[in-house]
């Protein structure tokens, strides 16, 4: 984590901040609201389970200790606290609702949590939207108790991962940051170079508002985020309860640093509770936490959940051209996928990790009125033992039968590429096109570059 605020100009808010703590009080956990109209849900956990268990391994991973291997020491931010996998810091409560809870040991040591998802590639569609939300509570505590409490709920490029220093260039989007038990929402945007910069880092372009109705602390509220790429210029937006309080345009910052942020193949989304650290820190004016900081207050997550809207099209609003060479990366939705650095000529990003049952949709794929009857598909497989699958073409739903299809086995490694052609039935008009994966093994099959179709 590389989110370094180092100081913000709100004394005034924290000697004005109650010295008391309210009780926690928590609702059972809701169901992810349905997509309002004109959205498509491309992922959601809303954290049913029983009491004590860990969240889902197949949507989340943790981040542990101090700092990622190789990476920055306290994820580069000053926190202290050694983030586990202990239930005790976080689990399900068995009422439909997360929590991430900073203990303090008999010696003073604090212990936290911190997960990912493992999905990578949350980003808008070329001339849609992307929407990123989240229900939750911060941690209820409030004043000197609260001092050093930093929960957070925000989204990093991917690239960071495995890499760990190309922070802020990848981009960030903090959806909602929270210090020492304070009445406010922070929305930050992250990106360019630091310290300074067109985002003046380590600050980035953010602002606070207090939460609408009940405090932050004490209830319950809706954090939202849009990046939106249907407009021009570009806009990202952050949301409390529907109440829009920050945006950036595209228009704010120079063309390579929107690019930088924007062009690679999207974002991870991160939950956790922080303590101490420079943010904390820099509001309070103090070193945090501090001997009157009250552990075992949880941030309590309801769900977490990713609608998109619109697009079809890179760089063309009616869609994507079917004969031009379509990014395998460039999906508008998947289940079960990666993406990766591709070693194929001209570079950039590959899907991966492609098994039995897992699939991605490519919005508004242009045949116009040439009929297309061949699909050709970049692919390498580094599957062992006989293992092997079908790479399916479909259109407009998964329900519907393939068009076409290709066998893939070994290709002498994930990187060793091979075009494949194959057959399909013929195409006209615009659709959203599926590649789906079909194997009689569970393990990974293939990984693809790009496809495209031809005549």
Known sequence: MKRRRFGRALAAAVAGAALVTVPLTVPAGASVPPPPTGWTQVWADDFDGAAGTLPNGNNWRFSLGHGYPGGPANWGTGEIAAHTNNPANVSLDGSGNLRITPLRD????????????????????????????????????????????????????????????NWPGIGEFDIMENVNGINSVWGVLHCGTAPGGPCNENNGIGTSRTCPGASCQSAFHTFTFEWDRSTSPNQLRWYVDGQQFHQVSQNQLDATTWTNMTSHAGYFIILNVAMGGAFPNGV??????????????????????????????????????????????????????????TTDAGGGQNVATAANGDWARYNGIKFGSQTATQVKARVASGAGGGVSGLVEVRLDSLSNPPIGSFSVGNTGGWQSWQTIPANISGVTGTHDVYLSFRSGQPSDFVNVNWFTFAP
């Open 284 to 341: 309070a004016g103090i070193g945090t936490p501090t001997a009157a900081t009250v552990p075992g207050r949880p941030m309590v997550v309801d769900y977490v959940a990713a609608w998109t809207r619109g697009g079809g099209g890179t760089g063309d609003p009616g869609g994507t051209d079917a004969y031009g060479t379509i990014q395998a990366e460039n999906h508008q939705q998947q289940n079960g996928l990666t993406t990766q650095t």
């Open 106 to 165: 008999g010696a003073g040591n604090w212990t936290s949590a911190r997960i990912e998802t493992n999905k990578q590639d949350f980003k808008a569609p070329e001339n849609g939207v992307l929407r990123v939300e989240s229900r939750l509570q911060m941690p209820n505590v409030t004043g000197e108790a609260a001092l050093g409490y930093w929960p957070a709920f925000w989204m990093l490029g991917s690239p960071y991962r495995g890499n760990w220093w």
